[in-house]
């Protein structure tokens, strides 16, 4: 069968819910982040069955979590299938070796790197255990589609046990170039996890050459064939089929959360809170790779500098916490909410707050409700696989007439250069001046940049992609591809 219509094994670290235990009870939250957003609706399409880890850090019996998951899968229409963790292996696999050096190093943040053999080997104990779960529970018909980086070697568990199987491997975050890359102690053995892949796709053209120069580093001789998106690496080793392939969100979706009555009564009352000022929204995960504190140093000159704008803006920032059993996590959250009460405590009047700040999770409906009202949104990572928030944000601005500021660093600015601001987030004076000129912006010109944003994402959304990545698994063209000018 053609992995274009065979059964799908999602696998990813994990499931798309949290699993949480209070009160001696045990109870679970869908999860929020990119990848569920993306694959949510894709597998409910399609039926089939997502592999991964619940997230849960106390023991829990195996039965007693089938019980809790079969309502969940019978709900969501396809099965969810649990990996258990214990301590050791969250602490070493999870927060170790994915979170600790993979994640930073190819975010390009050497300096929040953590190198540590223990951890290494709690990576390839628990890739193994992935990869007996996704055997047991699939056959050769079917088409193992593998999430991120906290699984590039399980394609290679499976060859090691002989266990014959499609395999197709994305990778959510960037591909750094060999000068960074080569730094990770165990770089010739994460090269060989990823291509024994079928299939390997990133999220942009740049990280899937940096990954063919890393190729190149290891296997000289290794040469490309074809053009495109898509193209066939030769080795002597065996051809690996490299493509780059923006992921999206589910645009319809997210445009009727926009029209939904909370999203509109939540929009009404930030609008009516805010009446008069421009509203500035950031939206995202706690991540220090997100520059944050560049933001909001950026948003302190505006006010500094601008002295006309001051109580005519207002910047919302939502946080959503994250890995909060890393140090790194909980420092950067520190220093953010020094930083918001900097500027509250330096600017704010008696009837003006400049910042307002949410360290938590809002339902989608509710935050659909924040970017139909925000004037300007602000995506400024200093580096991202794509963003996805920059796109909701175009999803949602049903009334066609907003700005979005983004980073040049982020996947995303691929597919919305022409109708986005593009900044340096580094750059903190010129993300200021990009700030003052997005609320300067005539409406005309806000409304013909939102017409091209829209008409991107709802052209290239998550059922495309999903399309286009089947497609490439199975060697077929690609359709509407590629992007199509703004
Ligand atoms: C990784 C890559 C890539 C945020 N606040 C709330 C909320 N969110 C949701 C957003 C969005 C998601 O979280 C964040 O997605 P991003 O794409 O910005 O970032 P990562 O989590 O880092 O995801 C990234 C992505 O994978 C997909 O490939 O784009 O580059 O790092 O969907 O809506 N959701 C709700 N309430 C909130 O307060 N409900």
Redesign the pocket.
């Known amino acids: 069968m053609s992995p274009l219509s065979a059964r799908l094994i999602v696998v990813s670290n994990r499931l798309p819910l949290a699993l949480k235990r209070e009160d001696g009870k045990w109870r679970f939250e869908a999860g929020?982040?990119?990848?569920?957003?993306?694959m949510g609706p894709v597998l409910k399409n399609r039926g089939g069955i997502w592999i991964g880890w619940p997230g849960n850090r106390e023991p829990i019996e195996l039965p007693l979590l089938r019980q809790i998951l079969g309502p969940v899968s019978e709900e969501s229409g396809y099965r969810l299938l649990p990996v258990i963790l214990d301590e050791g292996e969250v602490e070493n696999y999870y927060e170790g070796f994915a979170n600790a050096a993979i994640w930073p190093l190819f975010h390009d943040l050497q300096t929040e790197c953590l190198f540590h053999p223990r951890h290494w080997e709690a990576y390839g104990k628990v890739n193994g255990r992935f990869a007996r779960v996704a055997a047991r529970h699939s056959d050769r018909e079917d088409l193992i589609w593998v999430h991120?980086y906290h699984l590039m070697h399980l394609a290679l568990k499976l060859k090691e046990r002989a266990v014959e199987r499609r395999t197709a491997f994305?990778l959510?975050?960037?591909f750094p170039p060999p000068d960074i890359f080569l730094k990770l102690p165990w770089r010739y053995e994460v090269m060989e996890g990823l291509t024994a892949y079928d299939f390997v796709a990133f999220?942009t053209m740049r990280d899937r050459q940096n990954f063919q120069a890393c190729l190149r580093a290891f296997w000289p001789s290794s040469r490309v064939r074809g053009r495109g998106p898509v193209v066939t690496v030769g080795r002597d080793e065996g051809d690996i089929v490299v493509g780059a392939l923006p992921?999206s969100?589910d645009f319809a979706h997210f445009e009727a959360l926009a029209r939904s009555p909370k999203a509109v009564q939540t929009c009404e009352e930030l609008r009516k809170a805010h009446r008069g000022r421009k509203i500035f929204l950031g939206?995202?995960?706690l991540?220090y790779?997100?520059g944050i504190l560049q933001r909001l140093e950026a948003y302190g000159r505006l006010l500094e500098g601008q002295e006309t704008l001051r109580e005519s803006v207002v910047f919302i920032q939502?946080?959503?916490p994250?890995r909060e059993g890393v140090e790194a996590y909980s420092r950067l959250r520190d220093e953010i909410e020094r930083a918001v009460s900097r500027i509250n405590g330096r600017y704010a009047t008696t009837g003006w707050t400049p910042l307002s700040f949410?360290f938590?999770?809002?339902?989608?409906d509710?935050?659909a409700g924040f970017y139909r009202a925000a004037d300007v949104a602000v995506?400024t990572?200093l580096r991202?696989?794509?963003?996805?928030?920059?796109k909701?944000y175009c999803a949602c601005n049903t009334d066609g007439d907003g700005v979005l500021v983004l980073s040049e660093f982020?996947?995303?600015a691929g597919q919305l250069a022409k109708g986005a601001l593009l900044v340096n987030p580094h750059d903190v004076e010129g993300l200021a001046r990009t700030l003052v000129a997005a609320c300067d912006m005539a409406r005309e010109e806000r409304e013909k940049r939102m017409i091209r944003l829209r008409r991107a994402v709802r052209r290239q959304d998550i059922f495309w992609w999903v399309d286009n990545f089947l497609r490439a698994a199975a060697g077929r063209a690609l359709r509407d591809f590629p992007p199509d000018d703004l």
Not at 32 to 38: E, H, K, W
Not at 360 to 364: A, G, T
Not at 385 to 390: D, K, R, W
């Open positions: 929020s982040g990119g990848l569920v957003t993306a991120d994305f959510h975050i960037p999220q992921i969100i939206v995202d995960r991540d790779t997100k939502i946080l959503v994250s949410f938590r999770s809002l339902p989608s509710e935050l995506v990572p991202d696989g794509m963003n996805l928030v920059a909701e982020a996947g995303a």
